[in-house]
């Protein structure tokens, strides 16, 4: 039984990119099509569809290599990481964050874009 699908679908991927695997099955929630749009929308994802209650997610590569190379957990079920906006806008290197916002899930970009702060769901690089 999984009791955190969002950090369940992140270290799927990473497992997923790490072994050449081309897809990714999961039980559809919200939070995880949101999560995976997000990843899509930042071209981690290839394809996104949904096939009778599950998520299937492409992963995309660029000369036979993942495009996502590592990702970390921030937020875990027993320890939330919330962050506002000047927090955010500090965040330095090469990686990037997806932020759980009152406007939904945003990639740090996005985020900083529309000026809202939230829970740090994933660091991805």
Known sequence: MVN????DFC??????AMSGQKEIRIPETKMVRALA????????????????????????????????LDLKLVSKPGLRIYKN?????????????????P???KSLKDALKQGVGGEVIVEVW
């Not at 955190?4 to 950090?7: D, E, I, N, R, S």
């Not at 270290?11 to 997923?16: E, G, Q, S, T, V």
């Open 4 to 7: 955190y699908w969002v950090g």
């Open 11 to 16: 270290i799927r991927m990473k497992n997923a």
């Open 37 to 68: 749009d997000v990843f899509k929308k930042e071209k981690y994802l290839d394809s996104v569809a949904s096939e009778n209650g599950e998520l299937v997610c492409r992963l995309s590569y660029r000369k036979k290599q993942p495009v996502l």
């Open 85 to 101: 906006v000047d927090e955010l806008s500090q965040h330095k290197g090469a990686s990037w964050l997806i932020i759980s916002t």
């Open 103 to 105: 406007k939904g899930l």
